[in-house]
C-alpha cells in the first residue's frame, strides 16, 4: 500500500479543529488556573523573602509556578547548552522577546538565581506585583529617565555572587520573531560592573502565544543558551561592537531554526 502523505490543508484543517477543541481548557481551566496560581505563588514569594531569603522566595515563589503553568498549558520546553552556566558566576542574561510565554520559559527552566527587569505597571498586577518586589526585581519607570536610572544604580547591588540579570534588550515583544534593534541598557552594565554577557534564544514562544494575544495553544519551545560574552576587550565607546556581536548570535539562531 501506498505511503498516506498528509498534505498541507490537511495539516491545516487538523491543526484549526485542535485550536477549536483545546478552547474550552483554556478558558475553564488554565486561564483560571494562571490566576489563582500567581496570587498564592506571589503570597509565598512574599512570605519567604521575609522568612528566608530572596533567593528560596524567588525560587518557590518564581520558578515552581512558572513551571507549573507550562506544564498546565501543556508546553513541552527543550534546553539546550545549560553547561554553558557557571552557576558560581553571575551574568547580564539577554534574551529575545516574542510572546509573554518567555517569562515561564526563563523562569522555569534557565536554572540560575536572577533578576528581572520589569516595567513598572507590572507592580501594580496581583501576585505578580507583590511577589516579584519581595524578590528584588527591578521594577523601571521607562517614562522617568532619571527614576530608571536609579533603579538601575540599586540593581547594580545585587548582581553578586551567582546572581544574575534578565534584559530583554529589544525592549519590548517582537510580533513577526524579527529580532529588533538592541538599546545599550543591559550592555551598559555589563561594563560598569565587569560581567559577561549570556545570550539566550527562544524559539517557538510566538507560536505558543502570539504577541498582543491570548490565543494560548500548545507546543514545542527550545531554549539555547549560549556562551558567554567577556566585556573585557570593550568599554563604552565601542559598546556598538558588543552590542552587535550579542545580536548576530542570536539572530543566526533565529535564522538556522526558521530553516528546520
Known amino acids: 500500500m501506498d505511503n ?31 490566576g489563582i496560581s500567581t496570587i498564592i505563588f506571589g503570597a509565598i514569594a512574599a512570605t519567604f523573602a521575609f522568612i528566608f531569603n530572596a533567593r528560596v522566595a ?3 515563589g518564581g520558578v515552581i ?22 552557576m558560581k558566576q553571575s551574568y547580564v542574561v539577554i534574551a529575545n522577546h516574542q ?14 538565581d536572577f533578576k ?9 498586577v496581583p501576585g505578580i506585583g507583590i511577589g516579584c518586589e519581595k524578590v528584588g526585581h527591578i521594577f523601571i519607570d521607562r517614562r522617568d529617565h532619571d527614576a530608571a536610572i536609579k533603579s538601575l544604580i540599586i540593581a547594580k547591588e545585587k548582581i553578586v555572587n551567582g546572581t544574575s540579570i534578565i534584559f530583554f534588550p529589544e525592549g519590548t515583544r517582537s510580533s513577526d520573531g524579527i529580532i529588533r534593534d538592541f538599546k545599550k541598557g543591559a550592555f551598559r552594565m555589563a561594563l560598569d560592573l565587569d560581567l559577561p ?28 543558551i549560549h556562551k558567554p560574552i567577556s566585556v573585557k576587550a570593550y568599554s563604552h565607546e565601542s559598546i556598538n561592537e558588543l552590542i552587535q556581536k550579542a545580536r548576530e548570535i542570536m539572530v543566526k539562531d533565529i535564522r538556522q531554526a526558521s530553516w528546520k
Open 4 to 34: 498516506f502523505i498528509i498534505g498541507p490543508d490537511i495539516r491545516q484543517l487538523m491543526k484549526k479543529i485542535l485550536h477549536l477543541l483545546y478552547q474550552p481548557y483554556k478558558w475553564l481551566v488554565y486561564i483560571p488556573f494562571f
Open 58 to 60: 524567588s525560587y518557590v
Open 65 to 86: 509556578w512558572a513551571r507549573l503553568n507550562t506544564w498546565m498549558a501543556p508546553v513541552f520546553i527543550k534546553v539546550s547548552g545549560r553547561d554553558n552556566i557557571d
Open 99 to 112: 510572546s509573554a510565554f518567555d517569562i515561564f520559559v526563563l523562569y522555569g527552566f534557565l536554572n540560575i
Open 116 to 124: 528581572w527587569v520589569m516595567k513598572h505597571e507590572l507592580r501594580k
Open 197 to 224: 554577557i549570556l545570550p539566550v534564544t527562544l524559539i517557538g514562544t510566538k507560536a505558543i502565544l502570539p504577541n498582543k494575544t491570548l490565543d494560548l495553544f500548545p507546543g514545542k519551545v527550545l531554549m539555547n
